[in-house]
């Protein structure tokens, strides 16, 4: 049974950089689907960060453009979100997903890694 399984949160000051990482393992064909960061910041709703589809196309939510890159190795079945110049604003439990396909996948989440940053 596939399943994602993220890592790499932590803490950091305003400015500074983390990387986060999510393994989907148990699936063959991770170069096909639609991987996603989502976070959800403290006393708020869960908002989709970036999405990253089969064909190398990336969005972004207005916030982070320009500072988060999301980026993927389907060799390796990860997905990358490289996050820069952060901010306060930033503080959530980041979540990876693989999002449903076809209507014959279901959707996949992780169980979510925290991201404080704090001076």
């Known amino acids: 049974q596939a399943q994602v399984v993220e890592s790499g949160g932590g803490s950091v000051q305003p400015g500074g950089s983390l990387g986060l990482s999510c393994v989907l393992s148990?699936?063959?064909?991770?170069?096909?689907?639609?991987m996603a960061w989502y976070r959800q910041p403290p006393g708020k709703q869960r908002e989709l960060v970036a999405s990253?589809?089969?064909?190398?196309?990336?969005d972004y939510h207005d916030s982070v453009k320009d500072r988060f890159v999301i980026f993927r190795d389907d060799r390796k079945n990860t997905l990358y979100l490289e996050m820069n110049n952060l901010e306060p604003e930033d503080t959530a439990v980041y979540y990876c997903k693989r999002e449903p396909k076809s209507g014959l996948w279901s959707e996949i989440w992780g169980q979510g890694t925290l991201v404080t940053v704090s001076s």
């Open positions: 990253l589809n089969a064909a190398r196309r990336s």
């Open positions: 148990g699936e063959k064909k991770f170069a096909e689907f639609t």
